[in-house]
Structures are given as structure tokens and as C-alpha cells.
């Protein structure tokens, strides 16, 4: 079984710059770029957790004990 996490971004801009980009590349080579990108996401998301702050910014609220 694989697992996998797919996100829908449909912004105009981040499509027109990653087919800009991907028209200066290699055949294959936007695999190097998506890795990256998701390096920064995870990275991203981990900051957060430790911070307990959300994407926009806002805190989240503690963990209820039980």
C-alpha cells in the first residue's frame, strides 16, 4: 500500500512560474524542484507544530488534558 497526500493549489501565478521554470529544464528535471518544495513544506509544518501556530498565522489552542 502506498501512502500519498495529494494538494490541489490552483493559483494562476505558481502555475505560470513552475511551467516557466519547467521550460528551462532538463526532461525529468522539475522532480529535483517538486522535492524541494516539499522539503520546505515539511519543514514548514514542523516549525509550526513546535510553535502551535497556524498557516495564517494564528495560534492554535492547547491540548486538553485528560
Known amino acids: 500500500m502506498t501512502n ?3 494538494i490541489d493549489y490552483n493559483s494562476g501565478a505558481v502555475r505560470y512560474a513552475l511551467d516557466r521554470l519547467a521550460n528551462v529544464l ?3 528535471g ?3 524542484v517538486f ?3 516539499g522539503e520546505q513544506l515539511v ?3 514542523k516549525q509550526r507544530f513546535s510553535t ?3 498557516p495564517n498565522g494564528t495560534r ?3 491540548n486538553s488534558s485528560l
Open 43 to 45: 519543514e514548514s509544518t
Open 26 to 28: 532538463e526532461p525529468g
Open 35 to 37: 522535492g524541494e518544495i
Open 52 to 54: 502551535s501556530t497556524a
Open 30 to 32: 522539475m522532480r529535483g
Open 60 to 62: 492554535w489552542l492547547p
Open 4 to 6: 500519498r497526500i495529494t
